[in-house]
C-alpha cells in the first residue's frame, strides 16, 4: 500500500477546503460565557452567579472556537480556576470529545461542595493540540451546603444556655458556632445588634455589650441561605479581681501534690478551673489540687468564676513545673551480640543534674555497676538496663530505667540476603542484591537481629549458580547484564562462624528497545494492505506478533495488516518477552468527506447549484449512467437526477451518492377531490417538504384529533382505506422542523 498522507498535511488539506483562502494558524480557543440552562426545556436567561445546592446544581456555559481543526484524539476541558481567579491548579468540571468539528456548543457542568467565593474564573483547553484557552470574567460561585440557622455558645459552655453572656470591663469572652463540621472551611458575617463586624472566622472576641449573632458569607448568594444563628445577649459588668493566691511551691515531685486556691471564696459563685486554656472537669471549687503523681501534671493553672454580682472573670495563669523531669537514652544497640573471646560495651546518657547510675542484668543489680557505661563478656549474656537516678533535691527519690538491651553469645547466624528495590522477572533490566538481615541464633533456638552491630563486620563471597565471582566481596552486588542471569546466594565470615544465605533468583531483561512501523495508520482492507515491519533482525529469533492482544503470526520477519486493530511485536530475549511500541491502524472513517451543501440537492428548473467536497486527495463525479462528468472538488448541476461522487484519501476510496432534484413551484394545496380518477386524490406537498426525515407533518381532523403524525412524509394521504362520511371536510395540519413551525394552514376534502 502506497504511504497515505501525514495526519498533519490531511488536516491542513481539510482546513483550506472548509475555509476557503484563510491562514492555517493555532486555534483560538475563546472564554467560556455563562449561558441559559439547556436542559429541556431550555432557559432564556444565562445566570450571572452560581448559587449551587443538593437541590441544584446544574449550570451551563457557551464556548466557541475557530480553525484550524484539532486532532481526532482531542478533548475539550472546561476548568475552574480557585476563588481567587488563579489557575494555578485547575479544578475540571466536565470534557467533551465529540465537539472537534464543532466551533459552537455548550458545556454542562457542576459546582464541587467546596466551591465558596466572589472571584472565580472558567476557561476550556484542549488536549489534542494542547492549548489553552482565554479566562472569563470573574464570577461569585457558592456551594450553599448549610441552608439552616446556625447555633452558637460562649466558649467553654456546653451550649448557648439561656441566650446570655457577661463580660467584665477589661477582659473579654469569646463567642463560637459549634455543631457545625468543618466550621474552619467557612467565612461568617457577625453583627453586633444588627451592625456589621470585621470579624470572618468561627469565633470573635467579645468586650463590648451587644446582641450578637452569625450567618455564613455566601457573599453575592447570601439571599440563597437561610443560616442566621441564635442570639447571645453579652452585656458587661464590673471586675472582683480573681486570682491564684501563691502556691507553696510550683516545682513538684512526682507524687507531691500542691492546692492551688482562689483569692474569693464565695459559695455563691461557679469556679471551673483551666490547665493550658483547656477546662478540668467537675473543678466547682475555689480550691484545685494539683497531683504530681498524675502523668502531665505540669502546666498553667487558671481559674475562672461568674455568679451574681460577678461577672465572668478568668485569672492570670500559675505556672507548674515538674522537678523531677529528665530523660534516659540507651546509646547502644537493643540487642547485642559478644563473639568468643570479645567484650562489648553498653552506656547511657541523660540530661539530669549530678545522676546516679546502677545497671540491672536480668532485674537483678550488678555489683559495682554504677557508672554510664557497662563491659559485658561473652560469659554475661542475658537483658541489661540502667536506672539512673536523682542524687540531691526534694525529688531525690525519682529514679528513670533506661531501655532493655540483649546480650547474646550466637550459636549460629543466619544471613538473609534480599533484592535492594522491587524486583520482577524479566521486567528489571538491572537490580541490587544486597545482605538484609543478619541473625544470631543462640543455644536455645532464640533469634536475635544483629544487622546494625555485625553487617560490617563478616567478610563476604557472592556465588552464582554456586560457583564464587571474583572481585565480589561487599555485602550487596549490582546485576546490570543478562549475561549476569542466574541464582544468587553469599556466604559469610566472622571469627569462627560461617553462614550461606538464602538464594535468590535472578532473570534480567535485555536493556533493548524494540521498534516497530508501518506503511501507513488508515486501512482500506484487503485491497491496500499495511506493512508493519522492525529494523531489528528477526532470522532465527522467536518472536509472535499481536493484533489486539492476540497472536496473529509467528513467521514473517514483516507483518501484512489488513485490519484495524493495535499491533505490536514481542521478541524473546533469553526467556524474557521484548515487547515492542504499538501501532493503532485505524479503518477509513467516510465522515472525513463532507459535501457542501449535502443532503438532497434542490434548485429551481433552468438554474444550477454548485456541490463542493472535501477531506480528500482527489475526487471523480458520475451520472446516473456510471458516466465521469467530471474531477475537481466542485461540480455544478443543472439537471435533476441521481450523482455519485468518488473521492480518494491516500490508497483509500470513499463512495457517496447525491439526489438531485428541481425546486417545486406550486404551493401548498388546500383542497384535494378523492373521486379516485387519479387527479389531485393526495395531498401532494412540495419537495422541500416532503421526504424529509427532519420535517414533521401532523394532520388533524376538525375536533383536534391527530389523523396523521410523520417524518419523512411520503405524499400518500389520505389512504384508500379512508372513508369521508361527508361532503367537504375540513381538516388541518401543521409542517414543522425541530426549531419552528413551517406552514399551516386548512384541507378541504371533496368527495
Known amino acids: 500500500m502506497r504511504a497515505k498522507l501525514s495526519l498533519?498535511?490531511?488536516?491542513?488539506?481539510?482546513?483550506?477546503?472548509?475555509?476557503?483562502?484563510?491562514?492555517?494558524?493555532?486555534?483560538?480557543?475563546?472564554?467560556?460565557?455563562?449561558?441559559?440552562?439547556?436542559?429541556?426545556?431550555?432557559?432564556?436567561?444565562?445566570?450571572?452567579?452560581?448559587c449551587a445546592s443538593g437541590s441544584f446544581n446544574d449550570y451551563w456555559v457557551n464556548f466557541t472556537w475557530s480553525p484550524p481543526l484539532v486532532n481526532g484524539d482531542n478533548e475539550f476541558i472546561l476548568e475552574l480556576s480557585d476563588s481567587n481567579g488563579s489557575f494555578a491548579s485547575p479544578v475540571e468540571l466536565a470534557r467533551d470529545a465529540t465537539k472537534n468539528v464543532i466551533f459552537d456548543f455548550y458545556f454542562q457542568f457542576s459546582l464541587p461542595t467546596d466551591t465558596r467565593g466572589e472571584d472565580y474564573k472558567l476557561r476550556v483547553r484542549s488536549t489534542s493540540p494542547a492549548v489553552i484557552g482565554a479566562e472569563s470574567p470573574a464570577y461569585a460561585m457558592y456551594y450553599i451546603d448549610v441552608n439552616s440557622g446556625l447555633t452558637i455558645r460562649q466558649q467553654g459552655n456546653a451550649d448557648f444556655g439561656d441566650g446570655t453572656a457577661e463580660v467584665c470591663n477589661g477582659n473579654s469572652i469569646t463567642l463560637e458556632v459549634?455543631?457545625?463540621?468543618?466550621?474552619?472551611?467557612?467565612?461568617?458575617?457577625?453583627?453586633?445588634?444588627?451592625?456589621?463586624?470585621?470579624?470572618k472566622t468561627e469565633s470573635i472576641t467579645v468586650t463590648q455589650a451587644g446582641m450578637y449573632n452569625v450567618e455564613i458569607d455566601y457573599g453575592a448568594c447570601s439571599g440563597s441561605g437561610n443560616t442566621l444563628s441564635n442570639i447571645i445577649d453579652v452585656t458587661t459588668g464590673a471586675s472582683l479581681g480573681i486570682a491564684i493566691?501563691?502556691?507553696?511551691?510550683?516545682?513538684?515531685?512526682?507524687?507531691?501534690?500542691?492546692?492551688?486556691?482562689?483569692?474569693?471564696?464565695?459559695?455563691?459563685?461557679?469556679?471551673?478551673?483551666?490547665?493550658?486554656?483547656?477546662?478540668?472537669?467537675?473543678?466547682?471549687?475555689?480550691?484545685?489540687?494539683?497531683?504530681?503523681?498524675?502523668?502531665?501534671?505540669?502546666?498553667?493553672?487558671?481559674?475562672?468564676?461568674?455568679?451574681?454580682?460577678?461577672?465572668?472573670?478568668?485569672?492570670?495563669?500559675?505556672?507548674?513545673?515538674?522537678?523531677?523531669?529528665?530523660?534516659?537514652?540507651?546509646?547502644?544497640?537493643?540487642?547485642?551480640?559478644?563473639?568468643?573471646?570479645?567484650?562489648?560495651?553498653?552506656?547511657?546518657?541523660?540530661?539530669?543534674?549530678?545522676?546516679?547510675y546502677q545497671w540491672f542484668r536480668d532485674g537483678n543489680p550488678v555489683a559495682g555497676a554504677t557508672s554510664n557505661s557497662l563491659t559485658v563478656s561473652e560469659t554475661e549474656t542475658g537483658s541489661y538496663f540502667a536506672r539512673v537516678s536523682l542524687s540531691g533535691g526534694p525529688c531525690s527519690s525519682t529514679s528513670i530505667d533506661s531501655d532493655a538491651t540483649t546480650v547474646v553469645t550466637p550459636a549460629s547466624f543466619e544471613i538473609i540476603i534480599d533484592y535492594a528495590s522491587t524486583y520482577s522477572a524479566c521486567v528489571n533490566s538491572s537490580i541490587v542484591l544486597d545482605v538484609a538481615t543478619i541473625n544470631a541464633i543462640d543455644s536455645g533456638g532464640g533469634v536475635t537481629d544483629v544487622t546494625a552491630s555485625l553487617i560490617t563486620g563478616f567478610t563476604y563471597q557472592w556465588k552464582k549458580d554456586g560457583t564464587p565471582i571474583s572481585g565480589e566481596t561487599s555485602s550487596s552486588i549490582s546485576l546490570t547484564d543478562i549475561s549476569e542471569n542466574g541464582n544468587y546466594?553469599?556466604?559469610?565470615?566472622?571469627?569462627?562462624?560461617?553462614?550461606?544465605?538464602?538464594?535468590?533468583?535472578?532473570?534480567?531483561?535485555?536493556?533493548?528497545?524494540?521498534t516497530i512501523t508501518s506503511t501507513g495508520l488508515v486501512s482500506c482492507g484487503p485491497s491496500e494492505p499495511i506493512t508493519i515491519s522492525t529494523t531489528t533482525g528477526l532470522v532465527g529469533e522467536s518472536f509472535d506478533w499481536y493484533r489486539d492482544g492476540t497472536i496473529v503470526n509467528s513467521t514473517d520477519e514483516a507483518l501484512i495488516a489488513t485490519e484495524p486493530g493495535t499491533y505490536q511485536l514481542v521478541l524473546d530475549r533469553n526467556g524474557c518477552p521484548l515487547p515492542s511500541n504499538e501501532l493503532v491502524i485505524t479503518g477509513l472513517d467516510p465522515d472525513l468527506i463532507t459535501l457542501n451543501p449535502s443532503g438532497t440537492i434542490v434548485f429551481?428548473?433552468?438554474?444550477?447549484?454548485?456541490?463542493?467536497?472535501?477531506?480528500?486527495?482527489?475526487?471523480?463525479?458520475?451520472?446516473?449512467?456510471?458516466?465521469?462528468?467530471?474531477?475537481?472538488?466542485?461540480?455544478?448541476?443543472?439537471?435533476?437526477?441521481?450523482?455519485?461522487?468518488?473521492?480518494?484519501?491516500?490508497?483509500c476510496e470513499v463512495n457517496r451518492n447525491l439526489t438531485?432534484?428541481?425546486?417545486?413551484?406550486?404551493?401548498?394545496?388546500?383542497?384535494?377531490?378523492?373521486?379516485?380518477?387519479?387527479?389531485?386524490?393526495?395531498?401532494?406537498?412540495?419537495?422541500?417538504?416532503?421526504?424529509?426525515?427532519?420535517?414533521?407533518?401532523?394532520?388533524?381532523?376538525?375536533?383536534?384529533?391527530?389523523?396523521?403524525?410523520?417524518?419523512?412524509?411520503?405524499?400518500?394521504?389520505?389512504?384508500?382505506?379512508?372513508?369521508?362520511?361527508?361532503?367537504?371536510?375540513?381538516?388541518?395540519?401543521?409542517?414543522?422542523?425541530?426549531?419552528?413551525?413551517?406552514?399551516?394552514?386548512?384541507?378541504?376534502?371533496?368527495?
Open 8 to 50: 498533519k498535511i490531511k488536516y491542513l488539506f481539510l482546513t483550506i477546503l472548509l475555509l476557503g483562502s484563510m491562514q492555517l494558524s493555532a486555534q483560538v480557543l475563546n472564554a467560556p460565557v455563562a449561558a441559559p440552562n439547556q436542559t429541556p426545556p431550555p432557559g432564556s436567561s444565562p445566570w450571572d452567579k452560581a
Open 178 to 199: 459549634y455543631n457545625l463540621p468543618n466550621a474552619g472551611t467557612y467565612q461568617y458575617n457577625w453583627y453586633r445588634s444588627g451592625t456589621p463586624l470585621a470579624d
Open 245 to 356: 493566691n501563691p502556691p507553696s511551691k510550683t516545682d513538684l515531685c512526682s507524687g507531691e501534690t500542691e492546692n492551688l486556691e482562689a483569692n474569693i471564696n464565695n459559695p455563691a459563685l461557679t469556679y471551673t478551673w483551666y490547665k493550658d486554656g483547656t477546662a478540668i472537669p467537675s473543678t466547682d471549687n475555689y480550691i484545685y489540687t494539683v497531683d504530681a503523681s498524675v502523668p502531665g501534671f505540669e502546666g498553667d493553672y487558671q481559674v475562672e468564676i461568674f455568679g451574681p454580682g460577678a461577672c465572668v472573670e478568668r485569672s492570670a495563669a500559675v505556672t507548674i513545673t515538674n522537678a523531677g523531669n529528665f530523660t534516659v537514652t540507651r546509646d547502644n544497640p537493643a540487642s547485642v551480640v559478644v563473639l568468643p573471646g570479645q567484650n562489648t560495651t553498653l552506656s547511657v546518657t541523660t540530661d539530669a543534674s549530678s545522676p546516679t
Open 489 to 514: 546466594e553469599v556466604d559469610g565470615t566472622i571469627t569462627t562462624y560461617n553462614d550461606t544465605s538464602n538464594s535468590l533468583d535472578v532473570q534480567l531483561l535485555v536493556n533493548e528497545t524494540l
Open 604 to 651: 429551481p428548473e433552468g438554474a444550477s447549484r454548485t456541490v463542493t467536497a472535501s477531506g480528500g486527495d482527489s475526487y471523480r463525479w458520475y451520472d446516473s449512467n456510471n458516466v465521469e462528468i467530471g474531477n475537481s472538488s466542485s461540480i455544478t448541476f443543472t439537471e435533476e437526477g441521481s450523482y455519485a461522487i468518488v473521492a480518494t484519501i491516500g490508497n
Open 660 to 751: 438531485v432534484e428541481y425546486l417545486d413551484n406550486f404551493k401548498i394545496p388546500n383542497v384535494i377531490t378523492i373521486n379516485g380518477d387519479g387527479i389531485n386524490d393526495l395531498w401532494i406537498i412540495p419537495n422541500s417538504y416532503s421526504n424529509k426525515p427532519d420535517v414533521n407533518v401532523v394532520i388533524f381532523n376538525s375536533s383536534g384529533k391527530e389523523v396523521l403524525n410523520q417524518n419523512n412524509y411520503q405524499n400518500n394521504w389520505p389512504e384508500s382505506s379512508m372513508s369521508f362520511p361527508k361532503q367537504n371536510m375540513v381538516f388541518f395540519y401543521k409542517i414543522k422542523d425541530a426549531n419552528e413551525v413551517l406552514k399551516q394552514g386548512t384541507i378541504t376534502i371533496i368527495r
